[in-house]
């Protein structure tokens, strides 16, 4: 029997990296902030930041750096705040009267929707998900009667590529986190107790292991060799496997709306024809027909974003199990549940659902290298 491994972001995140989403944005703010302090000016595709007094900025800084100064109001759930920063001053004139004038350090201009609704929805308290973001922007775009449709996508499309140029660029810059405790669920056996009413048969005893890495970066490397993984997503600063950003939910019922209209580019960051670039998916559908599987869950929200192929890959006659790893909040608990209910949104067949999923009694949490460091101090 063969086993499927399904890499995602909280896998990354586990080795101690920051790709989160809310990462990615704190960075990007932050290079914004950096360079209008060198130079009191930045201007990019999505943002502006200038007009504001930088001498005040300073001021305000002290001897923090840009890294904490952000930081600070992102603690607070203040990002809008900071962006749309103001101060007022009293000044006195000549004649000794005193009046209070609005006085700016810096003045930022976002000049994306996209971009304004994803810092709206960065904060400490939740994680932005930025591909479901961008397709609600679409389908607004297309219920909107006015005759802008083709340009409010074109603005679209050219924010979401921006966004991937600075994704890249930041996720190039992480250095890949320490090993945990992960051979063993990449390299042992299925087993058979996970699975409901398995027949002995010798054809389960062939065993192949393919890791679906939806992450961009080379973590998993770590543990199993670059053969036996597609990153289906693509990979970091690779043209033969360029990176894959968008939405990929055609089983969604405002996609039918997509395919009827007839605005240009609308499916221009729509997963499913990024797949035709390369090989990749058509490896998948080899590896899901070759042998029965069962499908391990690694650090993946099982989110909508990727409902086409998961569905596929759920609902398969030769999946027979799928077991989750599931998070261990740092408080107590866990997102095993949460998960279970994410997988259901990727069923027709709530029946095969039930029979497929590995009980939480039987399955595990994922390693973190944080616990792995303090048992070596302990």
């Known amino acids: 029997m063969n086993k499927l491994v399904l890499v995602g972001n909280g896998f990354d995140l586990a080795h101690g990296m920051k790709t989160a989403y809310n990462d990615f944005i704190l960075w990007y703010i932050k290079k914004g902030f950096s360079e209008y302090l060198q130079s009191g000016k930045y201007s990019d595709e999505l943002m502006d930041i200038d007009s504001g007094n930088l001498r005040l900025f300073k001021s305000e800084l002290g001897n923090r750096s840009i890294a904490e100064y952000v930081d600070g109001f992102y603690e607070k759930d203040d990002l809008n705040k900071l962006l749309q920063n103001r101060r007022t001053r009293i000044t006195f004139g000549l004649n000794g009267d005193t009046r209070r004038r609005p006085e700016v350090p810096f003045k930022v201009r976002i000049k994306s929707t996209l971009l304004s609704k994803i810092i709206d929805h960065c904060s400490i308290s939740k994680w932005v998900e930025i591909e479901n973001l961008f397709y ?107 990176v894959i950003f968008g939405f990929g939910d055609e089983l969604d019922a405002d996609y039918v709306r997509l395919e009827l209209s007839k605005t240009k580019d609308i499916f221009n960051y729509i997963k499913s024809f990024w797949y035709f670039k390369t090989s990749n998916y058509h490896n998948l559908i080899r590896f899901i027909q070759s042998n029965k599987f069962q499908v391990c869950i690694l650090g993946h929200s099982c989110g909508l974003s990727d409902r086409t192929m998961l569905n596929m890959i759920f609902e398969h006659e030769n999946c027979i199990s799928i077991k989750i790893y599931y998070y261990e909040f740092p408080e107590g608990g866990n997102n095993y549940t949460e998960l279970t209910q994410e997988i259901s949104r990727h069923f027709k067949n709530k029946q095969t659902m039930r029979m497929k999923i590995v009980p939480f009694d039987k399955s595990s949490p994922m390693p973190q290298h944080q616990k792995l460091a303090q048992l070596q101090l302990d």
């Open 136 to 242: 609600d922007e679409l389908k607004l775009i297309l219920q909107d009667s006015n005759q802008s449709k083709q340009e409010d996508v074109r603005k679209l499309n050219l924010s979401i590529k921006y966004i991937i140029s600075q994704l890249e660029l930041y996720l190039s810059s992480i250095t890949i986190g320490s090993a945990a405790e992960y051979q063993t669920i990449f390299t042992n056996k299925v087993n058979t107790s996970d699975i409901v009413g398995l027949i002995s048969d010798p054809f389960y005893e062939r065993y192949d292991t393919l890791v679906l890495n939806f992450n961009y970066t080379e973590t998993v490397e770590k543990y199993i060799d670059k053969e036996q993984i597609i990153y289906i997503h693509g990979e970091l600063n690779n043209i033969s496997n360029p």
